[in-house]
């Protein structure tokens, strides 16, 4: 049997890829259970400052006993939208599970940047049992809606982390001043270029390829133009951007 | 490693569990690749008319190879709202995959059930590679919010197709006659009983528990105070609920 006949993967192909990793909060996570079958259930998410998701698991849950037994996991992102589910992008991403301790995820920056993904997630994430997860990814399969299928490698979703450790080591900073200085233009770029719903938008996240949004229960992404490795050159697109929006009104 | 208490399963765990497969429109499927990964892949669904779960799939696509090489699956249906996604109930159906063809979809019902449910699918269900598959329940996993874990049975999901083959024979029909002559009252028991927004409301399935209906993106279902086994209990049970509907105005 032939399968769908697969694309090349281009540009459009992984700038779809790495948004819905990077705007998803909420996936559905396969594991292997006890019996061999394949399990799904119901995860939040985030990614690391390079795009590797990153879950938080209870120790007292299927997945999190089934990732112990085998590391083999997938996780579907998906765009949610209207009419047929069928028509909007996907992807499913293949990779190995691996738990950190409490003290690693804080030391690599992955337990702010969850909880900024995830607000809710600060009821838990001090709970006994709860660890972060890593999903070191292998492979991907994107739909990008029918007839739109590409199998994907992991430089295709990831981006270089030690290009921009200088970034990485601001994004907190940035990410404060955004909220506290600029309201104005995070309405802008949510409302002119994400074309979402007005709101008291807020920047939640901030990676080499774009910066997340969030107003109460809508998120949006802002692509970068091209990739951003510092501070200096964040101020410049961030500008940019915002006199780009005005210009638009 | 204590898992999650789970709790027993009492009657409005499996109210939770039915409505919840009765409901869902797409769901995440569960299926094992040739790798041995656990795939998770987007998929439509609907029920039989005895609650278990049907697809339709491509036999381009990465999940029907996978289950044709391997029946177990699981599909998580999972309700969707507001604030934490962690916050609203959630269901993992494990079970064997079947694939049919569609003449025997057609006999048993399957595809009316489908396209009624999910209307796009007539676009594509006519194309040569698309089968039904039902999933023929083994078990399930219900979470039903923080804390209320429960482990389900098939008899805790489906009902007793056979005391209601008299209502199934007439479903077509009684649709049809609730569509065009009882709009007002399908508007209230969408309105009053499932607080849903207003909209043109009209069924798109019955069962012995509930009636289905949907109003653009958006879909209800009414539970049925008591299972109706044939059409003149129908008639008295959606006459009884119109009234009351009219009374709480």
Known sequence: M????????????RATARRL???????SLGTLDAEGFPAVTLTTMATAFDGTPLLLVSGLSAHTRNLKGDTRVSLL???TGRGDPLAHPRMSVFGHAEILEHAEAERLGFTRRYLAHNQ???????????????I????ASLNGGFGKAY????????????ASADLAATEADAIAHLNDDHAEALSLYAERFCRMESGRWRATGLDPEGLNMQAGDQRA???FPAPVHDGT???HVLKQLAMEARDAA
């Open 2 to 13: 032939a399968l769908e006949p697969i694309r090349p993967t281009d540009d459009t192909a």
């Open 21 to 27: 990793l990077r705007i998803t909060a909420a996936a």
């Open 77 to 79: 992102v998906a765009q």
């Open 120 to 134: 809710k997630a600060a009821l838990y994430v001090g709970l006994p049992d709860f660890r972060f997860v890593r």
């Open 136 to 139: 070191n990814i292998a492979r």
């Open 151 to 162: 199998e994907l490698v992991p430089a295709d979703l990831l981006c270089d982390a030690a």
């Open 221 to 223: 992404r802002l692509a």
């Open 233 to 235: 050159a964040l101020r």
